[in-house]
């Protein structure tokens, strides 16, 4: 039985992304003191996700893929835009979110468009900047991952290299997770 304040907690892990394996391996490393609730292990699920979303470092320069100038904040479609804009023309990252941001315009739900923007990201930029996101990610999470099923690694590193290119492109989510 959840309380509704452990309701709460899990829905707002939910919605932000937060993977179960991640709250169940905090479980787990508690078995031999077990919480009363899910308020009993907040923190150190938000450190452990912390671990997933923090060490966003931009890129260095040279690596390829353009930034932001400005620290304006933008919403999220004029940010994909900007994105779009900035792009070398003629890249896999500029075909990408050109693709995208007319199926928004056609109406394609938000979600829809995180999710396949979370599905070919990784493939649409510079190999030398996927793999910087994704030895921090793996440096980030490696205190975690014996203790992790092999599908909750993989489910929560794909995770943690997707938010960090989008973070270092400027790609925030349409949708609030």
């Keep these: 039985m959840l309380s509704p304040r452990d309701w709460r907690l899990a829905t707002e892990w939910h919605d932000r992304g937060v993977p179960l394996g991640l709250v169940l391996e905090i479980l787990e490393s508690r078995a031999g003191r077990p919480p009363r609730g899910l308020a009993g292990i907040a923190a150190a699920v938000e450190d452990a996700w912390s671990a997933v979303e923090a060490g966003r470092a931009s890129p260095a320069r040279g690596d390829g893929v353009p930034r932001r100038a400005s620290a304006t904040p933008l919403g999220a479609s004029e940010a994909w835009e900007d994105a779009r804009a900035r792009a070398p023309a003629g890249s896999?990252?500029?075909?990408?979110?050109?693709?995208?941001?007319?199926?928004?315009?056609s109406g394609l739900s938000d979600d829809e468009l995180d999710a396949?923007?979370?599905?070919?990201?990784?493939?649409?930029?510079?190999?030398?900047?996927?793999?910087?996101?994704?030895?921090?990610?793996?440096?980030?999470?490696?205190?975690?991952?014996?203790?992790?099923p092999p599908?909750?690694?993989?489910?929560?590193?794909?995770?943690?290299?997707?938010?960090?290119?989008r973070q270092r492109l400027g790609l925030p989510r349409r949708r609030s997770c």
């Design 116 to 148: 396949r923007l979370d599905d070919a990201l990784a493939a649409s930029v510079p190999a030398e900047f996927r793999d910087g996101a994704e030895r921090e990610a793996r440096e980030r999470l490696a205190p975690h991952r014996r203790r992790m």
């Design 92 to 105: 896999a990252l500029r075909d990408l979110l050109e693709r995208l941001v007319q199926e928004s315009h």
């Design 151 to 165: 599908e909750a690694y993989a489910s929560t590193l794909h995770r943690a290299v997707v938010d960090r290119l």
